[in-house]
């Protein structure tokens, strides 16, 4: 920030026999890292014998968008060979996230996952935004940022989501994850989901068949 120029306006005279002391400082905290801080400086006039302070304001403030990513890191070979057995290329693509629909129902649930990789070097308090939308099956890996997200389904507890229950099996749903932290700064990743019909059929028999016969 610099000490500031003299003169510094018309309470001191141009004889140039200047001495200045400071700055003390005082912050004030703004939001996350971000902070405003007041340089108070004193300055002496010799010629004068004016003593005059002034305050330059600076203010340090986090305006960096949030760079996250949101692909899973914990899928086996067995799930990369259950895709391609379903058709799905994954060659240059990141990894979906795979669960399993629930006994005796065609849906199932996901547990929500935090970013693996978050930048946002200034803030650790983020808040997370979760929102879904059934996959184009044209083009299921490639989520469409533009398209509008519901949160019909989605769990959240002590104000943080926990994941989304119902999505449909045999099918990709895109995932939203919106980050927002203290500042307003925001950042936006997107995964896909893939719920997979893994319970087998569970047959209920009637034990006993009474049959009349005609004559």
Do not use: H
């Not at 003390?24 to 405003?36: L, R």
């Not at 305006?63 to 060979?81: F, G, H, K, R, W």
């Not at 895109?174 to 997979?196: A, H, K, M, P």
């Not at 209920?204 to 068949?209: A, G, R, S």
């Amino acid at each position: 920030t610099g000490e500031p120029g003299l003169p510094c306006d018309n309470t001191i005279t141009a004889c140039g026999n200047f001495q200045m002391s400071g700055p003390t400082q005082i912050n004030f905290p703004i939001c996350g890292n971000s902070f405003k801080v007041i340089n108070t400086w004193t300055v002496l006039d010799w010629c004068t014998g004016v003593i005059s302070t002034y305050d330059q304001v600076v203010k340090f403030e986090d305006l960096s968008p949030i760079v996250a990513s949101c692909a899973p890191d914990n899928l086996t070979p067995e799930d990369a060979a259950f895709f391609e057995s379903i058709g799905i290329d994954l060659a240059g693509q990141d990894m979906p996230y795979l669960t399993t629909t629930n006994p005796g129902a065609c849906t199932g649930d996901w547990s929500f996952v935090p970013p693996l990789e978050l930048d946002n070097a200034c803030d650790d308090d983020v808040t997370y935004v979760l929102s879904y939308l059934l996959a184009d099956p044209n083009d299921p890996l490639n989520p469409d940022p533009l398209a509008t997200y519901i949160t019909d389904n989605v769990q959240i507890s002590n104000g943080v989501p926990t994941g989304i229950t119902g999505l449909p099996g045999g099918q990709f749903t895109w995932i939203r994850t919106q980050i927002i932290d203290e500042c307003g700064n925001e950042g936006l990743c997107f995964s896909e989901v893939y719920v997979r019909d893994d319970v087998s059929p569970n047959p209920v028999c009637v034990e006993f068949t009474i049959v009349a016969l005609g004559d």
